[in-house]
């Protein structure tokens, strides 16, 4: 009961203060379409710099928890889910809102997910010190194992193509060994001064995660909101608990479910929710009523997707293994406060890592207090026309990304990984597995060159890595999951091409079907083989060896993998992916080409206050759908431009102390 000793340090006035703001902030994101758990996590990280790291964890863990649970607002009262971990919730949520039951859906949502939180973190609680002792009997083998064993779990299951899952994960091991070898010193796949430090975690989370959304935004061109919020109607809360313990079957269920799914490295909480929303319609007494509104469908969904929240911390804390992306940011938020997880986090820092999940625990609480009180409230976030929410997202990306080392460089690999990841979405890359691959690199090499050294002092490098019960488990299990994916893939691509026929078609932006021809897939692959050829040459060419040995690895498993996507897009068995369209082309180049110049050009020429303010007001200016004719209209643009960037300059500035560079307007400005 080690962790009852630091419950005192959740109640710190300046603890629970950052409890309550991350709690309410982050019911308020989560009712966002489009600002992801893992998005809002990652755009919260800079303004842990100035904390202390149990302060900026508790910031980071209330706004994870409560953003999970916000996406369920949007979802039922505009079928908009806030996440993808809301999908299922929006099924029947969203029904039951329409029948005039809307508070009741979201009473039962806030209290399933509060129900499976507590539990969750609760297995976090108990299970962690034991894995984490367990966890002291993995030598550098092993380690390095379960570092591709992370990678493998969420490459193939976070991506419609297995091919490209892994692909995804290997362009992160790809990224993550730019710069500077730690050993040997030797220049790494350096080739623009904005990489000598390698790609920052952060910076590179920021932008894999919110460019693409920003560029999504510009891809729905000048559309008014055609959403209105539904009128949420009061709701004893007396009945609202009545409900939830007449369905402790589904309750049940989805808090099992989310758990179990949460432990594994690399799933996520779309996962939870969907499966366990399965399962609750497979043994339910009413199936049929699935769908059209039933409170059974919203419960156990919603308590699966925050079950999964603590168990999801559980390997991460212990094997350094994130249970789902937005556990891959806390591990970010984690290293660049100089705390490493691990088997000993709980004896060299036990004071952060206790006072962390006790107040995740006590935001479980709190998020169904507000979540309950603010909920009608949030839903009009998601009102918030895409154009301000463009610009916004656009600004602090940026920000947020310079104020991480204050370089402009990371400011560059920012824009160019989001620019990149928008793209390679498109034709069926996931962002999940490069994230993790670009975090879990740095841990395999460093246990796979360890580990070759006590090898080579021992019977050598193949008995090490390959012998012994432990590293037969983890090969076993990296192989399971390969050939289930491989398996599982096959499966979907005959349904897929039995239901179309022998046409594939995808959808563009304004709904209609799009044939995605074999040359927009030829393009990518033919791209990324050419990307592979000239790591591969570069690794085997490059001295001095040692440097080289583990990117030599790398580059082999993708350039494989490469090929292997070259000749499926080429044949015409990889079609996974929407591609392009003149359309999608068209509505956003306006904002692509502002992007381009706000990062390359005015922020550093011009300032960045100076850019920023007038790339908040031409973006929104752009995307308004209301008239350019009316003086009223240009007025209140400005208005709301200024005002935006006036807090962020209370944030940036004042606050978190970050100095911008000054260009040739921001001198007159501030």
């Not at 591990?331 to 986090?345: A, E, K, R």
């Not at 563009?508 to 074999?518: F, I």
Request: charged residues 10%; proline residues 5%; glycine residues 10%.
């Amino acid at each position: 009961m080690e962790f009852l000793q630091y419950f005192g340090g959740v109640f710190e006035p300046f603890s629970f203060s950052l409890l309550l703001f991350g709690t309410i902030g982050g019911l308020v994101l989560g009712a966002t379409p489009g600002l992801s758990p893992t998005m809002a996590v990652a755009l919260l990280i800079p303004f842990t710099f100035q904390l202390q790291p149990t302060h900026g964890l508790i910031l980071l863990g209330a706004a994870y928890t409560a953003t999970v649970a916000g996406g369920a607002v949007s979802a039922i009262l505009l079928r908009i889910p806030g996440a993808p971990a809301n999908i299922a919730t929006a099924l029947d949520g969203h029904e039951m809102a329409k029948k005039g039951e809307g508070a009741k859906a979201l009473h039962a949502s806030f209290l399933a997910s509060g129900v499976g939180g507590i539990i969750g973190v609760l297995l976090l609680i108990f299970l962690t010190p034991v894995l984490a002792k367990w966890a002291l009997a993995f030598g550098y083998s092993h380690l390095f194992w379960m570092a591709i064993v992370g990678v493998t779990i969420i490459g193939s299951l976070d991506s419609k193509s297995f091919v490209k899952g892994l692909l995804s994960g290997c362009l992160g091991f790809w990224l993550s060994l730019i710069g500077y070898d730690d050993i040997q010193g030797a220049q790494r796949f350096i080739f623009h001064d904005a990489l000598t430090g390698g790609v920052n975690v952060i910076t590179a989370l920021i932008g894999i995660f919110a460019v693409p959304q920003i560029i999504d935004m510009f891809a729905k061109g000048r559309q008014a909101n055609n959403v209105s919020a539904i009128v949420v109607e009061k709701q004893k809360l007396g009945d609202s608990l009545g409900l939830l313990f007449k369905q402790v079957k589904a309750l049940s269920i989805g808090t099992v479910v989310g758990s179990v799914v949460g432990l594994i490295p690399g799933v996520g909480g779309q996962i939870a929710g969907l499966v366990s929303y399965d399962q609750s319609k497979k043994f339910s007494e009413t199936p049929e009523l699935f769908g059209t509104g039933h409170p059974e469908g919203v419960i156990a969904a919603e308590s699966a997707n925050n079950a999964m929240v603590g168990p999801s911390l559980v390997p991460l804390l212990t094997l350094s293994i994130p249970g789902s992306p937005t556990a891959a940011v806390l591990l970010g938020g984690l290293l660049i406060h100089g705390i490493f997880p691990g088997s000993d986090l709980f004896e060299s820092h036990p004071q952060v890592a206790w006072t962390f999940i006790n107040s995740m625990l006590i935001g479980q609480v709190l998020m169904v207090f507000f979540g309950i009180w603010i909920a009608s409230y949030a839903a009009r976030v998601a009102q918030v026309p895409s154009s301000i929410m463009a610009s916004s997202v656009m600004v602090l990306a940026i920000f947020g990304a310079y104020s991480v080392q204050q370089s402009m460089g990371d400011v560059y690999i920012m824009a160019a990984l989001g620019i990149g990841m928008f793209c390679l979405e498109k034709f069926g890359f996931s962002a999940a597995p490069l994230v993790l691959g670009l975090i879990l690199g740095p841990i395999a090499e460093n246990n796979f060159i360890t580990g070759s050294l006590i090898a080579n002092a021992m019977d050598g490098p193949v008995p090490y890595f390959l012998f012994g019960p432990l590293n037969i488990l983890l090969i076993a299990l990296v192989i399971a999951s390969i050939v289930y994916s491989f398996l599982m893939s096959r499966r979907e691509a005959a349904n897929e091409l039995s239901a179309a026929g022998t046409a594939e078609t995808d959808v563009d932006q304004k709904g209609g079907p799009m044939n995605t021809s074999r040359l927009q897939h030829l393009i990518p692959g033919l791209s990324i083989l050419l990307l592979a050829a000239a790591v591969t040459y570069t690794s085997y060419t490059r001295e001095p060896a040692d440097a080289f040995l583990f990117p030599r690895l790398v580059a082999t498993v993708m350039l494989v993998l490469a090929i292997w996507n070259f000749i499926r897009a080429a044949s015409g068995l990889s079609r996974v992916g929407t591609g392009f369209s003149w359309h999608l082309a068209q509505s956003i180049a306006p904002g692509l080409l502002v992007l381009i110049v706000y990062v390359f050009f005015a922020a550093k020429y011009l300032g960045f206050y100076a850019a920023s303010l007038a790339t908040f007001f031409v973006l929104y200016s752009l995307y308004d759908p209301g008239t350019h004719k009316e003086g009223k209209v240009w007025l209140k643009r400005l208005v709301i431009s200024v005002s935006f960037m006036l807090l962020i300059y209370a944030l940036f500035t004042l606050l978190l102390k970050v100095q911008t560079p000054r260009g040739i307007f921001d001198s007159w400005i501030l």
